[in-house]
């Protein structure tokens, strides 16, 4: 078998090992779908092994911004992958997201996140949960009593606003100190900005993207940086209440439309888990935000048998709302030791606490309340991948 990268002269093999492993794909989904691989296929975004003339694994690097407490970094976005039935099984797809990391890297992202369909081998080459997209259902009612304050200017939008739409995601992201979400590329958001059956509707600062399903209101992003415009746009789509009962939002797990809605005897929401992986730890640390108000100095060991230039002892400094990490030289085996996927969730916010009694974090303690101050988020995303 052969590792090597996928060409536009693929694109029919990789369609047909996706439905082998997601189901058919409709007409229309199918031309985006087309239109939104052909792009990483071009860039080296796209893997794959094949046997001879047969294509039997595949997976794609999407090409991300993702914000950690409000700083934008490059991030992998795993996506894709796929093993043929008759493959499965015999250490394919090991092979495979080996070289995913390596491209990862490779492709200068220091980070990397996925949507896992399985748990165990994404954790055995050091992703770990991380995070969760959140779904809440609300009633459409609630949201259309909410009351505005001023009036805020809002218009359709489509494809030319794309390059607005990631303007006002890097501003609204920074300004509320986001962890975990992403932020595609123009060409991909031109691609999201199409979609004939969503409602599109910008402010200038925030936007909202939402569609009829059956009788009820699915909104895929609602984004606000200002509460006058968050107002605006939950009421506009509790606008529809007269037909629609329920409105199944992707929101924030701290989103303020928990707090702009009148009653909120509970809360329905469900999670869809992701797993997230430092690729080059000293980039990564030196990408990320952290609390403006919180000072580090600790020394840690990581183990990363997967990315060697990852392990051995680190000297983390946090200060200012930035981080450095620095190789700390020989240090006694009573340094505190995380994992790959420890140190990932770590980065991610997940307690040392939970982390210790997790196996991915050992040694000493007395340094973990100083590690969770300042690496500590609730990181969710908006988006699915």
């Given at each position: 078998?052969?590792?090597?990268?996928?060409?536009?002269?693929?694109?029919?093999?990789?369609?047909?090992?996706?439905?082998?492993?997601?189901?058919?794909?409709?007409?229309?989904?199918?031309?985006?779908?087309?239109?939104?691989?052909?792009?990483?296929?071009?860039?080296?975004?796209?893997?794959?092994?094949?046997?001879?003339?047969?294509?039997?694994?595949?997976?794609?690097?999407?090409?991300?911004?993702?914000?950690?407490?409000?700083?934008?970094?490059?991030?992998?976005?795993?996506?894709?992958?796929?093993?043929?039935?008759?493959?499965?099984?015999?250490?394919?797809?090991?092979?495979?997201?080996?070289?995913?990391v390596d491209r990862c890297?490779?492709?200068?992202?220091?980070?990397?996140?996925?949507?896992?369909?399985?748990?165990?081998?994404?954790?055995?080459?050091?992703?770990?949960?991380?995070?969760?997209?959140?779904?809440?259902?609300?009633?459409?009612?609630?949201?259309?009593?909410?009351?505005?304050?001023?009036?805020?200017?809002?218009?359709?939008?489509?494809?030319?606003?794309?390059?607005?739409?990631?303007?006002?995601?890097?501003?609204?992201?920074?300004?509320?100190?986001?962890?975990?979400?992403?932020?595609?590329?123009?060409?991909?958001?031109?691609?999201?900005?199409?979609?004939?059956?969503?409602?599109?509707?910008?402010?200038?600062?925030?936007?909202?993207?939402?569609?009829?399903?059956?009788?009820?209101?699915?909104?895929?992003?609602?984004?606000?940086?200002?509460?006058?415009?968050?107002?605006?746009?939950?009421?506009?789509?509790?606008?529809?209440?007269?037909?629609?009962?329920?409105?199944?939002?992707?929101?924030?797990?701290?989103?303020?439309?928990?707090?702009?809605?009148?009653?909120?005897?509970?809360?329905?929401?469900?999670?869809?888990?992701?797993?997230?992986?430092?690729?080059?730890?000293?980039?990564?640390?030196?990408?990320?935000?952290?609390?403006?108000?919180?000072?580090?100095?600790?020394?840690?060991?990581?183990?990363?048998?997967?990315?060697?230039?990852?392990?051995?002892?680190?000297?983390?400094?946090?200060?200012?709302?930035?981080?450095?990490?620095?190789?700390?030289?020989?240090?006694?085996?009573?340094?505190?030791?995380?994992?790959?996927?420890?140190?990932?969730?770590?980065?991610?916010?997940?307690?040392?606490?939970?982390?210790?009694?997790?196996?991915?974090?050992?040694?000493?303690?007395?340094?973990?309340?100083?590690?969770?101050?300042?690496?500590?988020?609730?990181?969710?995303m908006l988006d699915y991948?």
């Amino acid at each position: 078998m052969e590792l090597r990268d996928l060409t536009i002269d693929d694109l029919d093999a990789v369609l047909d090992n996706r439905k082998r492993a997601f189901g058919p794909i409709s007409g229309g989904a199918l031309e985006t779908w087309r239109k939104l691989v052909t792009p990483a296929l071009e860039k080296g975004r796209y893997l794959g092994i094949v046997d001879g003339s047969r294509l039997v694994a595949t997976s794609r690097v999407n090409d991300f911004t993702q914000w950690w407490h409000g700083r934008p970094i490059s991030m992998g976005g795993v996506a894709s992958v796929t093993v043929a039935p008759e493959e499965r099984g015999r250490g394919v797809g090991r092979t495979l997201m080996r070289a995913t990391v390596d491209r990862c890297a490779e492709l200068g992202h220091p980070v990397s996140a996925l949507y896992p369909a399985t748990t165990h081998i994404y954790r055995s080459l050091g992703w770990e949960h991380a995070g969760a997209m959140h779904r809440a259902t609300l009633p459409a009612e609630a949201l259309r009593a909410i009351r505005t304050t001023g009036r805020v200017e809002i218009r359709r939008m489509g494809p030319a606003d794309a390059p607005e739409v990631v303007a006002v995601l890097g501003r609204v992201h920074a300004a509320t100190r986001a962890s975990g979400p992403v932020c595609w590329d123009e060409g991909t958001w031109r691609l999201h900005l199409e979609e004939k059956d969503d409602f599109l509707y910008l402010a200038d600062d925030g936007f909202v993207i939402y569609r009829w399903h059956g009788g009820d209101i699915e909104v895929s992003n609602l984004v606000a940086g200002s509460e006058a415009t968050a107002r605006a746009l939950w009421a506009m789509v509790g606008s529809s209440a007269s037909i629609a009962k329920s409105v199944r939002a992707v929101v924030a797990p701290d989103d303020p439309v928990f707090w702009l809605i009148g009653d909120r005897p509970r809360d329905e929401v469900g999670q869809t888990r992701w797993m997230f992986r430092v690729v080059d730890l000293a980039r990564a640390v030196a990408g990320r935000g952290f609390p403006a108000g919180v000072t580090l100095d600790a020394v840690v060991r990581v183990d990363d048998p997967q990315r060697p230039a990852n392990s051995g002892p680190w000297h983390l400094s946090v200060s200012g709302g930035s981080g450095t990490a620095e190789p700390a030289g020989t240090l006694p085996e009573s340094t505190p030791t995380f994992t790959a996927g420890g140190f990932s969730a770590l980065f991610a916010g997940v307690p040392a606490a939970t982390l210790r009694r997790s196996g991915l974090l050992t040694g000493p303690a007395d340094g973990d309340d100083a590690l969770d101050a300042a690496f500590q988020a609730r990181p969710h995303m908006l988006d699915y991948f």
